[in-house]
């Protein structure tokens, strides 16, 4: 098992950028593939992005490509959301997730075994 805490999110005005960490800590980082869901509220979570377990393979969400970049540092245990160009329709609590049993681009939330707190995003018009 493995625990997540995000940080870095805020307010920002409509057309900024903000940067999210997501720290790992529990046990091994590496054979996890990562991904970053939203949640505004009365919606349901919303897929965001992947990575692969070495960081090589990536994918986006529509709506957000172009404007996201997700990364991530093994030996720092933590994956990053570079969010740019935001918009007011971002705005939502951003939650790491972790895959324990990586296959494709997983997009559906319960395939995911582990979740952080979420953190915060509120973009301004």
């Known amino acids: 098992q493995v625990q997540l805490v995000e940080s870095g999110g805020g307010l920002v005005q409509a057309g900024g950028s903000l940067r999210l960490s997501c720290a790992a800590s529990?046990?091994?980082?590496?054979?996890?593939?990562m991904g970053w869901f939203r949640q505004a509220p009365g919606k349901e979570r919303e897929f965001v992005a992947r990575?692969?377990?070495?960081?090589?393979?990536?994918y986006y969400a529509d709506s957000v490509k172009g404007r996201f970049t997700i990364s991530r540092d093994n030996a720092k245990n933590t994956v990053y959301l570079q969010m740019n160009s935001l918009k007011p329709e971002d705005t939502a609590v951003y939650y790491c997730?972790?895959?324990?049993?990586?296959?494709?681009?997983?997009?559906?939330?319960?395939?995911?075994?582990?979740w952080g707190q979420g953190t915060q995003v509120t973009v301004s018009s």
């Open positions: 997730a972790a895959d324990a049993f990586p296959s494709g681009y997983e997009q559906r939330p319960t395939m995911y075994d582990s």
């Open positions: 529990g046990r091994t980082f590496s054979p996890y593939a």
């Open positions: 990575i692969s377990r070495s960081g090589t393979v990536t």
